[in-house]
């Protein structure tokens, strides 16, 4: 048997090793997801990780370390700690979803398609209101069954779009860019499909994804705007921004003195930006919602200078009303763990039609949904 003095520096071994991997979530997280594709980034992570979590071992089991290990430890447990009362400050749970049985049956869930719907109360005078569907990072690839691709398609047909968001990471590879044309084609939203590139689209052939998005009929807004009147009363400015990536960095738009002003964004990292500009809306993807997910720590690797603070969901920052979705495809890994793909529909209610009586849909020949204020 070991003796207290023998299991000392195993403990002491153990905590460094756990304190390596949490720094190297921190590091790869900020800092390695921003290198561009290449076997660089993937020795640069792995020797990270081996450095960290290694290193950090073996100074545990060496005599005298285990008080600046513990006090290591306690440093990422207090920075884990205040990220969730953050988190919990901006996050709203309001969504009402569809096909949460799969989410909950399954490990893997990379086909099983969620809808999640949300109602926004906005300053507009429209008669009624105005239905948007969010879908981000397709990463069109042979990979999946068409029967999936067809099924997520058929799901946004059915949704009703008045508009139809998408927010970038088309592709994986440009071979597959032909899919953008073969499956987006059709007309989805009554008012028109609206689309900003993502990073691997950049990393890939952004022309050629432009030209395939451009004959699918979707309009790109790379770092510009446009103005709607959707409906009378209330113009809408949809605005793309595609920050950092692509030659030209994004310049706040001249926007009318009343307006509701909605932002197309692959990244969430844009929020305090585009929330400082005054966007009621920004839709974004991009992190996948972590791609695999851990049974009570969620989602770890999330890249974004923010770490794991926009991981999913619906979030407020300041006046700004943040959705970020899960995506449709799949990447590396090439299952998805415990994290399904999603379509986002947000119904944006004008604010004198919030009461009880009103249902969102109603008037327009849609199949109302319920309240969930
Ligand atoms: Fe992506």
Redesign the pocket.
């Known amino acids: 048997m070991f003796s207290y003095a023998q299991w000392v520096p195993w403990v002491s071994s153990f905590l460094g090793a756990v304190t390596g991997f949490c720094l190297y979530v921190y590091i790869k997280n900020r800092f390695i997801f921003g290198l561009p594709e290449s076997p660089a980034k993937i020795v640069i992570s792995l020797l990270t990780l081996l450095l960290l979590s290694g290193g950090l071992a073996i100074a545990g089991y060496l005599d005298g370390l285990a008080a600046w290990l513990i006090m290591i430890f306690g440093i990422c447990i207090i920075g884990e700690a205040l990220r969730i009362v953050r988190v919990r400050n901006l996050k709203i749970e309001d969504e009402e979803s569809e096909n949460r049985a799969g989410e909950r049956a399954k490990w893997i869930t990379t086909t099983e398609l969620q809808v999640l719907r949300y109602r926004l109360p906005v300053a507009a005078d429209w008669s009624r209101p105005l239905r948007i569907v969010h879908t981000s990072?397709w990463?069109f690839s042979p990979k999946l069954p068409h029967s999936y691709w067809q099924r997520v398609v058929e799901t946004l047909a059915q949704a009703e779009a008045d508009l139809l968001f998408l927010t970038g990471?088309f592709v994986t590879h440009a071979r597959d860019a032909r899919f953008i044309s073969e499956y987006l084609s059709r007309e989805l939203a009554r008012l028109g499909t609206f689309a900003v590139l993502?990073n691997?689209d950049y990393w890939e052939q952004p022309d050629e994804i432009r030209s395939h998005l451009t004959s699918a009929g979707v309009t790109l807004l790379t770092n510009t705007s446009v103005l709607l009147d959707p409906l009378p009363g209330t113009p809408l400015l949809i605005c793309g921004c595609d920050d950092p990536w692509g030659s030209e960095s994004w310049q706040p738009p001249r926007a009318p003195y009343q307006c509701i002003k909605l932002c197309l964004s692959h990244t969430p990292d844009n929020i305090y930006r585009l929330s400082g500009w005054g966007a009621d809306a920004v839709f974004s993807?991009?992190f996948?919602a972590g791609h695999v997910r851990f049974p009570f720590l969620g989602a770890l690797l999330i890249p974004s200078a923010y770490g794991r603070r926009f991981v999913h969901g619906h979030f407020r920052v300041n006046q700004t009303h943040l959705y970020v979705s899960a995506?449709i495809g799949s990447?590396v890994p090439s299952q998805r763990i415990l994290c399904p793909p999603d379509i986002m529909i947000i119904d944006l209610v004008p604010a004198h039609l919030t009461d009880d009586n009103i249902r969102v849909g109603e008037g327009i020949g849609r199949e109302p949904v319920g309240d969930h204020r």
Do not use: L
């Open positions: 990072d990463h990471d993502g691997h993807g991009h996948h995506g990447v």
